[in-house]
């Protein structure tokens, strides 16, 4: 891989997520080298791909090209790679555009699904991870409008209009109220010749309440304005196979469905060449300065790190504001190294936990505060707009909630990727 030679020591950062981003941001480019390395060429905004599978967002608007984030910082480059190992020993990376040695390797590669070791639902289900499961989630959906429109069948036709979402963390709540107000307040416009009291939302948990990591009454709350939208919510249950439009429940009951979207679960991912004993619970073990324990200049950040402390026992939260608190402290961790300051650890200060079920609908918890509703849903909005990259995603993400306040009826209901439909046998 070509990156000019300088005399600085290298920063290898592998990922452009919330806090492969972060370190790149805040490292000071007269005292290293930057080379941050992804295999996209942009930034996703994870927090709001439901928004993009519901129909309520372009993928445009939650992405952001990385090109474009390093434009202005002399020293950094940045190249569209996929890392498949770590090599220790040499300070090296193995990519499909080949090598490339570093003195600082930051690993921010994020997380993946966890299916738990279940092929069927592995196979058979979909996820909602990248932004191109999204769209393909997106084509989906409203694919299966169009085929139900025209099926004779009963059964098959009651497959097409379930949507199962598996984990009702707030992934799979708020996608599951996007669904909810999808079928409420737009499919009536767009298939008036459909009978639209055939299509369900069906959210599953296996947990006895939904979003499990925050307050009771966030979860007590954001279960009634799940029914209020029309949500079937099943709790304590448990999924145990997902195999021809059949979802088998551990109780032995079934349902009929076309679509189960996974948001039950994810574990670190990270390239080959950790060793073993680094690895807990899937994902890297660090210190309390993020740095890769049993190594001196290798730092893990974000979803991928495993970090304990007194208050997270079970290492911290896969989380936004983990990554990018890590990053943030990182890249400055670095400068004051390159200033031979000393550093202190990490601390991450948690501001709280939020998630929308739709309009006028939100929880949050704070430490001081637990308020629901609709200032909690202008909380929201304002955190995520505020969160995003860039001026124009903030722009335009701004005017289609606005627009979807007034009309509840954009027009980003697109077909534009392939999609496909299981068939009942
Ligand atoms: C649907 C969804 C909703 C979420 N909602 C929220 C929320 O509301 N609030 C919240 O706080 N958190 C939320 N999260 C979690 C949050 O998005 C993550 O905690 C956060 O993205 C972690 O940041 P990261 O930098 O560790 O990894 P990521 O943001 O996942 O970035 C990792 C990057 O590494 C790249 N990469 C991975 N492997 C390689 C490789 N081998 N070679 C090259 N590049 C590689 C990837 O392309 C990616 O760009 C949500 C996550 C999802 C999936």
Redesign the pocket.
């Known amino acids: 891989m070509y990156i000019p030679e300088t005399k600085l020591p290298r920063v290898v950062i592998?990922?452009?997520?919330?806090?492969?981003?972060q370190v790149a941001k805040n490292i000071n480019t007269k005292s290293y080298q930057i080379v941050l390395?992804?295999?996209?060429n942009y930034?996703?905004f994870?927090?709001l791909?439901?928004q993009v599978a519901s129909t309520g967002l372009e993928p445009d608007s939650i992405a952001y090209p990385i090109r474009k984030i390093l434009q202005n910082k002399k020293n950094a480059f940045y190249r569209l790679?996929?890392?498949?190992k770590i090599n220790i020993d040499s300070s090296t990376l193995s990519?499909n555009i080949g090598e490339i040695a570093y003195d600082i390797l930051v690993i921010?590669?994020?997380?993946t699904n966890n299916f738990f070791g279940n092929d069927s639902l592995q196979k058979n289900s979909l996820p909602?991870?990248t932004l191109i499961d999204s769209l393909n989630l997106r084509s989906k959906i409203l694919g299966n409008f169009e085929l139900a429109l025209n099926e004779k069948n009963p059964e098959r036709k009651e497959a097409l209009l379930n949507f199962v979402i598996v984990g009702a963390g707030?992934?799979g709540v708020?996608l599951a109220g996007a669904l909810a107000e999808l079928r409420n307040n737009a499919l009536p416009k767009d298939f008036p010749d459909l009978d639209l009291s055939g299509v369900k939302v069906t959210l599953i948990e296996a947990a006895p309440r939904v979003l499990s990591a925050m307050s009771e009454i966030a979860s007590k709350k954001s279960e009634d304005y799940l029914k209020g939208l029309g949500v079937t919510v099943m709790k304590n249950t448990r999924v145990k196979e997902y195999e021809n439009n059949i979802v088998s429940i551990e109780d032995g009951s079934s349902i009929l469905a076309d679509t189960l979207i996974w948001?039950a679960g994810?574990k670190g991912?990270?390239?080959a060449g950790i060793t073993p004993e680094n690895i807990v619970k899937n994902r890297i073990l660090t210190d309390g300065y993020c740095k890769m324990k049993l190594s001196s200049n290798v730092y893990v950040?974000?979803?991928?790190a495993f970090m304990q402390s007194e208050e997270y026992p079970n290492g911290l939260p896969?989380?936004?504001?983990?990554?990018d608190q890590q990053?943030r402290y990182l890249g400055k961790s670095l400068n004051s190294l390159a200033r031979l300051k000393t550093v202190k650890r990490f601390i991450y200060q948690d501001k709280g936990h939020?998630?929308t079920v739709g309009k006028n609908k939100a929880v949050v918890d704070t430490k001081p505060l637990k308020f629901q509703g609709i200032f909690a849903w202008f909380v929201w909005m304002t955190i995520h707009l505020m969160l995003l990259v860039g001026f124009r995603n903030r722009a335009v993400v701004l005017v289609n909630w606005a627009w979807a306040y007034f009309k509840s009826n954009n027009s980003l209901r697109l077909i534009i990727r392939p999609f496909h439909s299981q068939k009942t046998h």
């Open positions: 592998i990922g452009a997520g919330f806090a492969g981003l390395i992804d295999k996209n930034h996703t994870q927090p791909l439901y790679a996929d890392v498949s990519t921010a590669t994020g997380a909602m991870k707030p992934t708020e948001a994810v991912q990270f390239p950040l974000g979803d991928v896969m989380l936004a504001s983990v990554a990053g939020m998630a």
